[in-house]
């Protein structure tokens, strides 16, 4: 029988307040991103992983804050970054 995994940080995610319309970090440095990314914990809109900054990922390892979605308009999915999975 195979084991389905479950994402072990659903109670961290909270209803949030985005923290602007575009990365956080790039806009402050005046760089660019490729896509958005949410943190379900606090707000914090970072870029993605095929930005070159990667901030969102940065943002979660940082803070500890593990579960991000898609902030670009018409996608709705989430991902958790400790448990590599979506959510």
């Given at each position: 029988?195979?084991k389905?995994?479950?994402?072990?940080?659903?109670?961290?995610?909270?209803?949030?307040?985005?923290?602007?319309?575009?990365?956080?970090?790039c806009?402050?440095?005046?760089?660019?991103?490729?896509?958005?990314?949410?943190?379900?914990?606090?707000g914090?809109v970072g870029c993605?992983?095929?930005?070159k900054?990667?901030?969102?990922r940065?943002?979660?390892?940082?803070?500890?804050?593990?579960?991000?979605?898609?902030?670009?308009?018409?996608?709705?999915?989430?991902?958790?970054?400790?448990?590599?999975?979506?959510?």
């Amino acid at each position: 029988m195979r084991k389905i995994r479950t994402c072990t940080h659903l109670n961290l995610v909270r209803k949030v307040t985005p923290s602007g319309n575009g990365c956080v970090e790039c806009l402050a440095t005046g760089d660019t991103w490729v896509h958005l990314r949410l943190c379900r914990t606090c707000g914090h809109v970072g870029c993605c992983d095929d930005s070159k900054n990667r901030h969102a990922r940065k943002h979660a390892a940082g803070t500890g804050h593990p579960i991000i979605s898609s902030f670009e308009p018409g996608e709705d999915w989430s991902y958790c970054f400790v448990d590599d999975m979506e959510v």
